[in-house]
């Protein structure tokens, strides 16, 4: 019901930056937030950021002070602008929206992201 596609990985060094695209179709009515996840190899998927249709942010601590989300609710979309980026960011990362309290079951095929040391 809910399609997503994110772009704008690659690979970086360690101190760079990124901008993550997420664009979101379908379903996409009465959702309450949207949000990025990352999943590093052998690591389970983690919620790094979010923001609700009110621009209310939330970090994961480990991204806090260096990540920025930020979204266009008539486009559907979400960005996730990665500064001072780290070799233990390296992972796929992942959008989705959340309808009340849950995330959505449609996941995308995700953006690699990899930074050097």
């Known amino acids: 019901q809910v399609q997503l596609v994110e772009s704008g990985g690659g690979l970086v060094q360690a101190g760079g930056s990124l901008r993550l695209s997420c664009a979101a179709s379908?379903?996409?009515?009465?959702?309450?937030?949207m949000g990025w996840f990352r999943q590093a190899p052998g690591k389970q998927r983690e919620l790094v950021a979010s923001?609700?249709?009110?621009?209310?942010?939330v970090y994961a601590d480990s991204v806090k002070g260096r990540f920025t989300i930020s979204r266009d609710n008539p486009k559907n979309s979400v960005y996730l602008q990665m500064n001072s980026l780290k070799p233990e960011d390296t992972a796929v990362y992942y959008c989705?929206?959340?309808?009340?309290?849950?995330?959505?079951?449609?996941w995308g095929q995700g953006t690699q992201v990899t930074v050097s040391s």
């Open positions: 379908g379903s996409v009515s009465s959702f309450r937030a």
């Open positions: 923001i609700t249709i009110g621009a209310n942010t």
């Open positions: 989705n929206l959340k309808y009340g309290l849950l995330w959505s079951d449609s």
